[in-house]
């Protein structure tokens, strides 16, 4: 696959070192209906009023009180300003909502706040309301903290100038993004739509510990407390990085396909391009079944597959790249069956992790 194409858009739009976890051994986070049911799924944990006294802690000021610098991401879904406060002059991300309306974005407000106090997502300042006559007009706005680039764009760049990311840079992404996604799941919250387009590379913490790296955009996020919205059809997210249950007709979205997605983003970045490039989900599904194999009859049921095949991941992420320590966490995040996918706190107590401190590694930039 040449290494310029693009990943299709969003939709709507065993270990060796350590044995292999089922979700229920760190169990962290419960089980939640996916974010794009017409409907909840009957559950004793939901709770109906929850999103309202999410939302009655959701401060909402007006949009002039910020300055509007440029326009830094439009799409489908919505567009993206970089602003500065003018009272304090912190600098910003103003984000509009194209579909869903008012009820997505607060929605998306609504699980930005149940993750507060996560370093490893984006912080939520508050909502605006836009001012009538003006290119943002009297609708509602996430004031989100300005964290940077992408990291598919800085995964691009070091690409394209030659320069891609190496071993210990791939492991300090991967550790921020592993504590970010823990304590999300801890929380009840599951992404559904993890890739290197929803991650932003921060600027340095000020620690001298290198550049934070922070997930965004919960537009597609699960929450157990937060009904999802009201939409029906297939389950959503982005082809490339869509965990194989989804792939096989999985309607709801839990912990296990954050995990697949990490894997996929992992191996993203030691290998310089994205593993599985399918055009659509039969062809993606053959792309994976291809790289990793068939481990056995149980994993395939499904797909009425039972013929044992072996594992190519190896030739796709080579030891050059990537150390075994490495390899054992990237081939317990693509387990193809999600009971026996690594959890993130499992993947962070593999010798890949506890055997090196990060914190004087370099940066991606």
């Known amino acids: 696959m040449p290494l310029s194409k693009c990943p299709p858009p969003s939709r709507a739009e065993g270990s060796l070192l350590a044995p292999k976890r089922r979700p229920e051994d760190d169990a962290p986070a419960p089980s939640v209906p996916s974010a794009k049911r017409?409907?909840?799924?009957?559950?004793?944990?939901?709770?109906?009023?929850?999103?309202?006294n999410v939302l009655d802690n959701i401060p909402i000021g007006r949009v002039d009180s910020y300055k509007i610098l440029d326009k830094i991401g439009a799409g489908a879904f919505g567009d993206v300003w970089k602003a500065r406060h003018r009272s304090t002059g912190q600098k910003v991300a103003i984000k509009s909502v194209r579909a869903?309306?008012?009820?997505?974005?607060?929605?998306?407000?609504a699980l930005l706040t149940a993750c507060a106090g996560n370093p490893g997502v984006v912080e939520l300042h508050e909502v605006v309301r836009g001012g009538g006559g003006t290119e943002m007009d009297d609708k509602?706005?996430?004031?989100m903290e300005y964290a940077g680039p992408s990291l598919h764009s800085v995964v691009g760049a070091r690409r394209h100038a030659g320069r891609p990311l190496v071993e210990d840079e791939a492991r300090?992404?991967?550790?921020w993004l592993l504590r970010g996604v823990r304590m999300m799941h801890e929380r009840g919250v599951v992404h559904c739509d993890l890739k290197p387009g929803n991650v932003l590379v921060g600027k340095e913490?000020?620690?001298?510990?290198?550049?934070?790296v922070k997930?965004?955009?919960?537009?597609?996020?699960?929450?157990?407390?937060v009904p999802p919205p009201d939409t029906s059809g297939?389950?959503?997210?982005?082809?490339?990085?869509?965990?194989?249950?989804?792939?096989t007709g999985d309607t709801e979205c839990s912990a296990p396909v954050d995990l697949w997605s990490l894997g996929c983003v992992m191996a993203e970045l030691v290998a310089g391009k994205p593993i599985f490039q399918g055009s659509d989900v039969f062809e993606q599904l053959g792309e994976i079944v291809h790289l990793l194999g068939i481990p056995d009859e149980v994993s395939l049921m499904s797909l009425g597959v039972s013929p044992s095949t072996p594992s190519h991941l190896r030739?796709?992420?080579?030891?050059?790249?990537?150390s075994p320590a490495g390899f054992d966490v990237l081939r317990g995040l693509l387990e193809f069956d999600p009971r026996d996918r690594l959890t993130s706190a499992a993947a962070l107590q593999m010798p890949w992790f506890t055997g090196k401190d990060d914190d004087d590694a370099p940066s991606p930039a």
């Open 205 to 212: 913490d000020g620690r001298g510990r290198g550049r934070a």
């Open 172 to 175: 300090r992404v991967m550790r």
């Open 315 to 322: 030739d796709a992420v080579p030891e050059e790249r990537l």
């Open 215 to 225: 997930i965004c955009d919960l537009g597609l996020a699960s929450s157990a407390t």
């Open 234 to 247: 297939p389950v959503q997210g982005t082809l490339w990085y869509m965990a194989p249950e989804q792939l």
């Open 140 to 143: 509602l706005y996430l004031v």
């Open 38 to 52: 017409s409907k909840p799924a009957a559950s004793s944990t939901t709770a109906p009023g929850a999103t309202t």
């Open 100 to 109: 869903g309306g008012k009820a997505a974005l607060l929605r998306e407000a």
